[in-house]
Every structure is written in structure tokens, then in C-alpha cells.
Nanobody, 125 residues
């Protein structure tokens, strides 16, 4: 079984930054990619960013491109999301997720196999 635990959320002023981390435990990573999704109140969960585990190829939603950076840490079995230039619209619960098989897209949440519990990010104006 795979366990994912997010950390690093909190309250920040608009324009500020936060770094989210996701620790992977339970068994050695054998999947294809790790992703970050978010869900704001009364909205559907949406794709934020993803990184392929072996090659480090990154993918971003248009809304965060240029402001967020996803990275993976093989040594510590973790993935991080550096968020800069935060805006009130970025307020959401952020989830990390693990994609086991490459099914052609890293942007579709239903393709992901394991999920963390989420961490709250609140951006004040």
C-alpha cells in the first residue's frame, strides 16, 4: 500500500509564496508520475502540476505556469510544489497523487491511483 502525506500549507498574503511537500511511503516508488491537484470551495478538483518520476518531465496548468514549480526528490521519496506569486484564487485544499501507469495524460484525476489527505492553502488579499 502507498501512503502520501502533504505538508507545508498555511495562510499567506497575496504575492507571497509557499512550498508544499508530499512524502511517499509504504513501498518503493514504481509508478510513472506524481501530481498535484487542488479543490477550492464549491469547485471541482483541478489539475495543478505533475512530474514524471524517472525523467523529471514537468506539466502545469495554464493558471499556474510560470508561478509554480514541481520537483521530485528521489533520495527522500518526496515531491514538492514551490508556489510563488500566490493569488487569492489559489486558495484551495492541495492534494498530491500518484499515477502508476502512463495512460497518455497526467492531467486527469481519475487516472491517479493514490491520494493524500490534502493540505489547506489560504491566500489573503
Amino acid at each position: 500500500q502507498v501512503h502520501l502525506r502533504e505538508s507545508g500549507g498555511g495562510l499567506v498574503q497575496a504575492g507571497g509564496g509557499l512550498k508544499l511537500s508530499c512524502k511517499i511511503s509504504g513501498r518503493p516508488f514504481t509508478g510513472y508520475a506524481m501530481g498535484w491537484f487542488r479543490q477550492a470551495p464549491v469547485k471541482d478538483r483541478e489539475f495543478v502540476a505533475a512530474v514524471s518520476w524517472n525523467y523529471g518531465k514537468t506539466y502545469y496548468a495554464d493558471s499556474v505556469q510560470g508561478r509554480f514549480t514541481i520537483s521530485r526528490d528521489h533520495a527522500n521519496n518526496s515531491v514538492h510544489l514551490q508556489m510563488n506569486g500566490l493569488e487569492p484564487e489559489d486558495t484551495a485544499v492541495y492534494y498530491c497523487a500518484q499515477l502508476i501507469y502512463n495512460s497518455g495524460s497526467v492531467r486527469l484525476e481519475h487516472l491517479y491511483d493514490y491520494w493524500g489527505q490534502g493540505t489547506q492553502v489560504t491566500v489573503s488579499s
